[in-house]
Structures are given as C-alpha cells and as structure tokens.
C-alpha cells in the first residue's frame, strides 16, 4: 500500500475506533517496514548523528565557552530532538533519540560542573535529570524515547535514595509497580497516554530486574551500605520478604475467582516456594514478573525473564553466604514443588494440566 493511501486509511481507524495518536504511531511505524530495515535504518541514523553532533558540538563549544554556551547548545540539541520526533519517520526518530541523550548529558554535566550544588555531587544532577526526562516523558517523542526517559528518570530516583534502607525499599517498590502495570494492561492499554504508561511499565520491569543481583547476601553490604549488625539485619531482610510478599500478592490476584479449596491451594503452594526460595530474591521477581508478564500477553519480556532467571541462579550457585549442599537442596525442592504444583493444581481447579 502507497504511503498516502496508509495515511488515510489510518486517519479513517483513528476516527472510527477512537484510536490515540500513540496506537496511530504505531500502527504507521509497524507497516512502513521490516525490522531489519528498521534495525538499518537505525544504524545509519546513529551513524549519521554522531557526525552532526560532532559538526555542530565542535565549532560551538570552541567559539562559546563556558555554562552559558554549553547549556545552549544542549537545549538546541534537545529542540532539535523534539522538532525531528514529530516528522514520525523511523530515520528521523533515531537522529532525535541520538540528539535527545547528547542533550540531556550536555545539560547535566554543565549543571553538575557549574551548578554550585550545597550537597553532594551527585544529588545535583540527579535532581535535575529527573526533571528533566520526567519533563521529556511527557512530550510528543518516538516510542524508544518514551522508553530510555521513563528508565533515565527511574534510576535518577534510584541515585537520589543513595544507600541503604531507602534503596532496598525503593527496589521493593519498584517491582511492585512493574507488577500492577502489567496486571492492570486491560485497564491503560486504551488510555490516551498509554504509550508513556508502556514506557514506565518497561523501565521498571528492567531496573528492577538489573537491581535484583544486589539482593543477593554476598553484595548487599557495598550496595546497601550496611551499618551496625542491627541495621545490617533489618535492611538485609527488606528486600527478600519484599519480594516473597509480592510473589503470594501477585499468585493471589491472579487466583482471586476461584473459592475454598482451589485458592486456598494456590496461595499455599506460593507461599512454600517463597519459603524453599528465599535465599534467591532475584529468582521470586523472576517469578513474579512473569506472571505479571504473562497475563499482560507480552512476548518480550516472556522471552527475556527466563535468561534474567538462569543468571539469578548462576549467582545463588556460586554464592558463599550458604553451603553448596543447601542450596543443591534449595534448587532440587524449589523444581520439585514447581513440577508438583503443575501437575496437582490444575486438576484440583478443574482444568488439566
């Protein structure tokens, strides 16, 4: 079908279905090309906006020095950015996303250069690149752009909480939103801002996933920042009952129709794989993600979380905090009550397996 043709025929879904401009995007970006055209085109876009940046940020930053200079030219970038987003071509959305991030960094750095912060170095631009890809979050942009602002502006708030009892608790909470994003998809999927709904969902999933290594025993004390066996103990524990928490709460939404025996089954068989699985809190946020993935229908992330899984356990195996024999054991009763749980649930809830 001829580019016009799919303009119109677009513009006719949009007004009959009440379609938002996000899932119109989308539907223009999906049937434009192939993903190996569009992983060529995305290429040659960097490529080609490596040398702009560099044609532009030369010269500039040679002739206008300073803060003032610097931070310009950053909001030029970030202009064109946004100037590139609205053509809706897959080259152009790939030379502003490029424009986006070289903005952004040039903004930061000149803030935390010369931004004559009271507190600590980091804290600064943090602040600021929170506010800043919050504020771009929420401006008409590409779908890879919503995605890198929702997870820039997720770990600046992870920057923010620093060390310690906030972080682990930060962690838990986020998690726990990645969860009730994608169990409540049927409720956002047809919002007007559902794109940037998508994007918050994605990131979380994937900081949360990319913090879970730290809740392992043997690298909680340089992440966390333990101080004092007292606190130590306390903040250790926050992030696995976190994530055993959220595995029985997402099971137990997930089974909320069934009555007596059938849900009481199902939350009893959650809460012993939580108990047998606690050493490997990165393991019960793989679990529980994926459910959450699964009812939401995402193939993506179900095609990710088995490998993020795996290298939880790599890390639990190769562990020193418990014996090899214990966590052998672990690993052989955490498969057993999976297995078992597979082949007895479904035929006590009436379904086969």
């Not at 999933?205 to 004092?228: K, N």
């Not at 009555?259 to 529980?288: D, E, N, Q, R």
Request: proline fraction near 4%; charge should be neutral.
């Amino acid at each position: 079908m001829k580019h016009d043709g799919l303009q119109e025929l677009l513009e006719q879904l949009q007004t009959q279905l009440d379609l938002g401009e996000d899932q119109r995007d989308r539907l223009l970006a999906g049937s434009q090309a192939p993903w190996w055209l569009s992983a060529l085109l995305g290429l040659a876009a960097w490529f080609s906006a490596f040398f702009f940046i560099l044609a532009f940020l030369g010269p500039w930053l040679l002739l206008i020095e300073g803060p003032v200079g610097r931070g310009l030219a950053g909001v030029l970038l970030l202009l064109a950015a946004l100037w590139l987003f609205r053509r809706g071509q897959p080259f152009a959305n790939q030379i502003g996303l490029a424009l986006s991030l070289t903005g952004q960094g040039l903004l930061v750095y000149v803030l935390a250069e010369h931004g004559g912060f009271d507190f600590d170095s980091e804290r600064g631009p943090a602040w600021f690149s929170l506010a800043l890809a919050g504020g771009l979050l929420w401006l008409p942009s590409s779908f890879l752009h919503r995605h890198v602002c929702a997870l820039v502006m997720l770990a600046s708030a992870a920057v923010l909480l620093g060390s310690g009892a906030g972080l682990a608790l930060y962690c838990v909470l986020l998690a726990a939103c990645a969860c009730v994003l994608w169990l409540g998809r049927l409720l956002w999927v047809s919002h007007p801002q559902a794109g940037r709904i998508r994007a918050i969902a994605d990131a979380a999933t994937l900081l949360s996933l990319c913090l879970a290594v730290a809740a392992h025993e043997q690298l909680l004390e340089p992440v966390f920042d333990l101080q004092g066996a007292s606190v130590g103990r306390w903040t250790s524990a926050i992030y696995p009952v976190g994530m055993a928490l959220l595995l029985v709460a997402v099971v137990a939404w997930l089974i909320r129709d069934l009555k007596g025996t059938a849900w009481w089954s199902g939350l009893g068989a959650s809460i012993v794989l939580v108990v047998l699985a606690h050493p490997a809190p990165g393991l019960l946020l793989t679990l529980a993600l994926g459910l959450a993935v699964f009812r939401a229908s995402n193939r993506s992330w179900l095609a990710l979380l088995p490998a993020f899984a795996g290298f939880y356990l790599f890390v639990l195996y190769y562990s020193l905090h418990i014996s090899l024999l214990e966590k052998s054991l672990v690993m052989i009763a955490t498969g057993a009550t999976l297995l078992i749980g597979g082949l007895l649930l479904p035929r006590l809830w009436g379904t086969r397996p």
